[in-house]
């Protein structure tokens, strides 16, 4: 049995060592096949002979069980994002200021910064055991079983380099354009839908609750910064950069180091010049310190280091052709124009559509259908039209005016004198209902799981929902015979249904989608009213512009939204069938009537903690800084608020002179 045993290790050490060749040198010393030889060797061993199948075998990347769900994993040293610089002067005074916090020039690694989905990986004992999402930076979901199945991550570390007992490593995980563009042909040819774009195939396929599914997805993988590591000290990123393939782990071949401003703008400059070329989509540059006793004496805020940036690359542009323009209606009848362009290829995304706003910007920009247009994603996200090439406009063309009929409900669309937009004014619009739905079951409003987009839509086209207090009377009986629903699904969202009906006044306010009432003015609405609803909706306009934040716009909108009687008929409704409000138990009266700005960048505390912690000793907080303001928490990096508040003499405090206010 022991020859049975080596000869299994062996292969296990063979195959191992040509996928360091593969991932990690980009040199492969043997064809596909002969690779498959290997592999189909080692699985016919450890088929005859089960008990010596090893965990970290390379044919257990694939083989766990179907999750029903993801759970978390809380990160011993926090996933921080970086802060961008948009443009030269941002990245010049970043360089500035690291000069200025360390006393002498700077030394920096350059990276391209992947469009992926950022993991972390854990091995213990040079075995991987564990892997993660980001997350918020502080909590991930674990993807340990679907991290298995990436060839370029290591089951075992290569000990070539002495091996922690304990090593995190973050990596981004991320499609190649080849690879990507196969992938598609292949769905197709299968007569599936295609992805839109490498990283959202990434990352949904990494959130596959399957792994099965995970392991037909071409993923790949670049590490580059430590996460907790036992027993072992590096003193730079590139010392630990230059050890991770010793560990067989894949690094990004682009990166560089180099000194101060000068080597940041050559830098970026070779990245930008070189991005079309790349197999694989990047939306920057990362810049960070190279010494980690530099990176430690700068330190971090709440939410970001202070020793790195990423300076975004500039929006990718092309041109294409506008083949209609169409218009939606939204949740509160706004009716936006979308021009429907020839499919084209911007910056790695299929972008077949580009939001026109309204009808001035059509007009400001003389957009018309079959214009020739240039084209861009705004921050490499958003899809907008820059320009129109006039020289190519096509005669006869005609100026473009919105109709003024709702295309849902096909009634006359209006606007206010005040307002660039023109809406649909019928309440009962189909598509206005649906979009008000879907509103109120988001995150930030009742939070309820399962009902997304597309159930949503079938719950209204199965006529089971027309309004949110008919979200409470679902059961399980009447949605789980609907199609594309079964009864774990049906279970499932009436739990979660069942669940949402104990919220906060806060939260039930946004949830109604009262014009002009965001997340921010919901709580501050909570707040003034003492928790209490019933005086909300008798507060009269003079009430309530008398409210910090609140003017005579947003007053108007919250008196009328509360004189439509089927609104308080809709409310009353989802009293009866179980809502209620907790509320939040506050720690003191310390701050009483005490209004609070925040400004910069907080050290110790996230904007959210802080205004909570304030919230709860009964403060106020508010967006912007007037004669009313008593207090201005500031960090680093204060915006215009900062000279605002020493105009008018307002307390300037930081995050140590809030607690010992709160201490008394």
């Not at 004992?125 to 199945?149: A, C, M, P």
Request: with cysteine; charged share 25%.
């Amino acid at each position: 049995m022991k020859d049975i045993k080596d000869k299994i290790q062996t292969l296990i050490e063979k195959i191992n060592y040509h996928n360091i060749q593969y991932y990690v040198h980009d040199n492969p010393i043997i064809s596909d096949y002969e690779y498959d030889v290997l592999f189909k060797k080692l699985q016919s061993l450890e088929s005859k002979y089960p008990k010596n199948i090893s965990q970290n075998s390379p044919t257990q990347r694939i083989g766990a069980e179907p999750l029903s769900k993801f759970n978390q994993v809380t990160h011993r040293i926090p996933l921080l994002s970086l802060s961008n610089a948009m443009n030269s002067g941002e990245l010049e005074l970043f360089n500035t200021q690291m000069e200025k916090g360390l006393n002498q020039s700077v030394e920096y690694v350059g990276e391209p910064k992947l469009d992926g989905l950022a993991v972390e990986l854990i091995y213990e004992k040079g075995q991987f055991i564990k892997g993660s999402t980001r997350g918020d930076g502080y909590i991930g979901e674990d993807i340990t079983e679907n991290l298995k199945t990436i060839r370029a991550i290591p089951l075992c570390l290569n000990n070539d380099y002495p091996v922690p007992s304990i090593l995190e490593v973050r990596g981004e995980v991320f499609i190649n354009h080849t690879d990507f563009e196969n992938l598609n042909k292949q769905r197709i040819k299968f007569g599936d839908s295609i992805f839109a774009n490498p990283r959202n195939c990434a990352a949904g396929s990494l959130r596959q609750l399957d792994p099965k599914i995970t392991a037909t997805r071409p993923l790949r993988i670049y590490c580059y910064a430590p996460g907790y590591i036992e027993n072992i000290k590096f003193n730079s990123q590139l010392e630990f950069l230059n050890v991770l393939p010793k560990w067989g782990f894949p690094v990004n071949p682009e990166i560089q180091v180099g000194i101060g401003m000068k080597f940041l703008n050559e830098y970026y400059q070779h990245i930008e010049s070189m991005r079309d070329n790349l197999t694989y989509d990047i939306d920057g540059v990362v810049f960070k310190i190279n010494s980690y006793q530099d990176q430690t004496i700068l330190g971090t805020r709440s939410r970001s280091p202070r020793w790195a940036i990423a300076a975004k690359l500039k929006a990718v542009q092309t041109t294409t052709v506008i083949d209609n323009i169409i218009t939606n209606v939204g949740r509160t009848g706004a009716i936006t124009p979308v021009a429907q362009l020839k499919p084209i290829n911007v910056g790695g995304v299929i972008v077949s559509n580009a939001t026109l706003h309204n009808q001035d910007e059509i007009n400001k920009k003389d957009v018309r259908i079959g214009d020739t247009v240039i084209v861009q994603r705004a921050g490499d996200v958003i899809p907008e039209i820059v320009k129109v090439v006039i020289e190519k406009r096509i005669l006869n063309s005609q100026p473009y005016s919105i109709p003024t009929t709702c295309p849902s409900c096909e009634s006359l669309c209006s606007k206010k004198d005040d307002e660039a937009i023109l809406r649909c004014f019928n309440n009962y619009c189909n598509a206005q209902i649906e979009g008000r739905i879907k509103h109120c079951v988001s995150k930030n409003c009742m939070n309820i799981d399962g009902l997304g987009e597309k159930i949503v839509k079938l719950l209204i086209d199965n006529k089971l929902i027309s309004d949110l207090s008919d979200i409470f009377q679902l059961t399980h009986d009447k949605i789980s015979n609907l199609d594309r629903m079964g009864d774990k699904s049906a279970s499932n969202i009436i739990d979660s249904i069942n669940k949402s009906k104990n919220t906060t006044m806060a939260r039930f306010v946004h949830g109604l989608g009262i014009r002009n009432v965001g997340n921010h003015l919901s709580k501050i609405l909570e707040q003034h009213f003492n928790y209490n609803f019933e005086n909300l909706i008798k507060a009269q306009f003079e009430e309530l512009i008398l409210i910090d934040e609140i003017g005579d716009i947003v007053a108007e909108s919250i008196v009328n939204y509360f004189k439509d009687e089927n609104n308080l008929i809709i409310i009353n409704r989802c009293f009866d069938l179980g809502v209620n409000f907790s509320t939040p138990q506050k720690q003191s009266n310390i701050l009483s009537k005490q209004i609070f700005v925040i400004t910069g960048t907080l050290s110790e505390l996230t904007r959210t903690e802080a205004k909570t912690l304030i919230e709860k000793n009964d403060g106020i907080v508010s967006s912007s800084v007037s004669k009313k303001t008593n207090f201005l928490l500031c960090g680093d990096n204060p915006g215009s608020k900062y000279n605002k508040a020493q105009k008018l003499n307002i307390k300037i405090i930081n995050e140590l002179e809030l607690q010992n206010l709160i201490n008394g």
